[in-house]
C-alpha cells in the first residue's frame, strides 16, 4: 500500500500563505499523478491541483494564479504553496495519489490536514 503524510496545515490570517507537503512511502513514485483535494464541513470534497508524472499542472479555477503545486520526486514529496488564502478556503486539506492498474483507476489519500484562514 502507499501511505501518504499531510503536513503545513494551521492557522493564517486572510491574505496570508502556507505551504503544505505530502510525503509518500512508495518507491516507485515518480509513476503517480499526484494531487491536492480540500473538504469543508457540509460541502463536496473538491479537487485544488494535481501535477502527473510528466510534470504536467492543473488547477480549479477558484485557485489559479495563487496556487503552485509541484513535486520533487528525489524526496517522493508533492508541496502545494497557497498564497493570498480567503476564508472560505477553510478546509481540510487531503493529499491524493493515483495511478491506473489494467484500465483502472486506484487511490490513496492522506490522512489530512487542517488549514484555517481567519482573522
Known amino acids: 500500500q502507499v501511505l501518504l503524510v499531510e503536513s503545513g496545515g494551521g492557522l493564517v490570517q486572510p491574505g496570508g500563505s502556507l505551504r503544505l507537503s505530502c510525503a509518500a512511502s512508495t518507491i516507485v513514485f515518480s509513476i503517480y499523478t499526484m494531487g491536492w483535494y480540500r473538504q469543508s464541513p457540509g460541502k463536496q470534497r473538491e479537487l485544488v491541483a494535481d501535477?502527473?508524472?510528466?510534470?504536467?499542472?492543473n488547477y480549479a479555477d477558484s485557485v489559479k494564479g495563487r496556487f503552485t503545486i509541484s513535486r520533487d520526486n528525489a524526496k517522493n514529496t508533492v508541496y502545494l504553496q497557497m498564497n493570498s488564502l480567503k476564508p472560505e478556503e477553510t478546509a481540510v486539506y487531503y493529499c491524493?495519489?493515483?495511478?491506473?492498474?489494467?484500465?483502472?483507476?486506484?487511490?490513496?489519500w492522506g490522512q489530512g490536514t487542517q488549514v484555517t484562514v481567519s482573522s
Open positions: 501535477i502527473t508524472s510528466g510534470g504536467s499542472t
Open positions: 491524493n495519489a493515483r495511478h491506473w492498474v489494467v484500465g483502472i483507476r486506484n487511490d490513496y
